[in-house]
T-cell receptor, first 115, second 110 residues
Framework: GAVVSQHPSWVICKSGTSVKIECRSL??????MFWYRQFPKQSLMLMAT?????????EQGVEKDKFLINHASLTLSTLTVTSAHPEDSSFYIC???????????FGPGTRLLVL | AQRVTQPEKLLSVFKGAPVELKCNYS??????LFWYVQYSRQRLQLLLR??SRESIKGFTADLNKGETSFHLKKPFAQEEDSAMYYC????????????FGKGTRLSVIA
């Protein structure tokens, strides 16, 4: 099956710094990638939809300037948490889809802890 | 508005007992429904989707448009079925993302 990787798997950073998380589709070209956030014991909340070569579409309540998303190629999307604060600590999960209407494959997630 | 409701946070059953994980949805249109499973310390993975009408690991789910439900069933639970199960929907085709329910943790007791 299709594989999606994320790097890093976990990161600890100081408040005020920026953190970049990479999401890669390893054996397929993803026209669309999605970024989710999951708090402990809660469901996945969609943050944004990222289409290759175009601007990401953010969900209501998600700050565009806070969570910068870049989908520069068909196999890579990045999420940058800018000026991170402790409340940004969470589990960030990406998923990728080769074509519209097809199955979404999920990455293993990145755990972010902001001190 | 799109919404997926999983009323049970936790469901405990004995090994060999039948399992039913409930999922109800609201969507203006014809959605596509999915069940995803997340085993301990593993990534989320697709279990089944309603358009495939398949049985995976003994699980089945039937879309009931009248009741707007997509309950997940298995006749005989196994210990390895213990996991977090998420029901999700998306619009048909296009680039619509998945909307997830809050999930149900299934615990199968030996």
């Amino acid at each position: 099956g299709a594989v999606v990787s994320q790097h890093p798997s976990w990161v600890i950073c100081k408040s005020g710094t920026s953190v970049k998380i990479e999401c890669r589709s390893l054996d397929f070209q993803a026209t669309t990638m999605f970024w989710y956030r999951q708090f402990p014991k809660q469901s996945l909340m969609l943050m944004a939809t990222s289409n290759e070569g175009s601007k990401a579409t953010y969900e209501q309540g998600v700050e565009k300037d806070k969570f910068l998303i870049n989908h520069a190629s068909l196999t890579l999307s990045t999420l940058t948490v800018t000026s991170a604060h402790p409340e940004d600590s969470s589990f960030y999960i990406c998923s990728a889809r080769e074509l519209p209407g097809e199955t979404q494959y999920f990455g293993p997630g990145t755990r972010l802890l902001v001190l | 508005a799109q919404r997926v409701t999983q009323p049970e946070k936790l469901l405990s059953v004995f090994k060999g007992a039948p399992v039913e994980l409930k999922c109800n949805y609201s969507y203006s249109g014809s959605p596509e429904l999915f069940w995803y499973v997340q085993y301990s310390r593993q990534r989320l993975q697709l279990l089944l989707r309603h358009i495939s009408r398949e049985s995976i690991k003994g699980f089945t789910a039937d879309l009931n448009k009248g009741e707007t439900s997509f309950h997940l069933k298995k006749p005989f639970a196994q210990e390895e079925d213990s996991a977090m199960y998420y029901c999700a929907l998306s619009g048909r085709g296009g680039n619509t993302p998945l909307v997830f329910g809050k999930g149900t943790r299934l615990s199968v007791i030996a």
